[in-house]
């Protein structure tokens, strides 16, 4: 598995008050559960890190951890590799996972874990729940555990639409002014007073990828030559 490319949802685009939301959610359903412990974790290039762990009596795991990805060795990279429900009752009795370091460091032997979508199609990381005795988890604790990943996703939803609506803001306010443009090369001058390329300007201000064509007078101009 391949290194994720970067998350664009950094801590700092993450504004305080969604993630004192996320904290409370998983808070009480850490409670609900009677677990020691819940995260969200989040992909960032080559790491995995606890972005939030639960407030709960016991709880190993601290907040702002990282380590490699992938090979992490953690529950949740398998949850990302399998993109869906990943629930391992008691690993002391898989043999994939009772010589993990959540087993013989942490004495972690319980997980429920789904995967966390970017809006962009992305991963952003992970909602789990983990606990040191066996848990099967009910058929109720896996709808929650669902109602918890979409409210995180409708979450980061809102924030990347608020981002296309600024970035259409800007578009707009820059297509309505008259901005300097050379007469021989064609280049921008930005408000910098740096001059760039025309494409680089427009990529700027709509964060569009330009492609390259050729309109039917430039064709009919450079056919000439062959005549």
């Known amino acids: 598995m391949r290194a994720a490319k970067a998350n664009p949802f950094t801590r700092e685009k993450l504004a305080q008050d969604v993630l004192n939301e996320w904290q409370n959610l998983i808070d009480a359903t850490a409670d609900i559960f009677g677990v020691p412990a819940g995260l969200i974790t989040r992909v960032d290039g080559d790491q995995i890190e ?101 409210m995180v996703e409708l979450s980061l939803r809102i924030i990347y639409d608020k981002d296309l609506i600024e970035q259409q803001e800007r578009l707009i306010n820059d297509l309505s002014r008259i901005y300097p443009i050379c007469s021989y090369c064609k280049k921008v001058r930005e408000n910098s007073g740096t001059w760039v390329q025309i494409e680089k300007y427009i990529q700027d201000i709509a964060g569009t990828q330009p492609s390259h064509g050729i309109c039917p007078d430039c064709f009919a101009r450079e056919m000439k030559q062959f005549e």
């Open 50 to 150: 606890i972005l939030l762990s639960s407030a709960s009596k016991g709880n190993p795991y601290t907040a702002g951890y990282t380590t490699h990805y992938p090979d992490s060795g953690w529950y949740c990279e398998r949850t990302l590799k399998s993109r869906g429900l990943n629930l391992i009752p008691d690993a002391l009795r898989d043999p994939e996972w009772k010589d993990n370091a959540a087993v013989t460091g942490l004495n972690i032997i319980s997980y429920v874990g789904l995967p966390i979508h970017r809006p962009d199609g992305g991963d952003f990381g992970t909602v789990c729940f983990l606990d040191n005795k066996a848990n099967p988890h009910n058929e109720l604790h896996i709808k929650m555990l669902s109602q918890v990943k979409r």
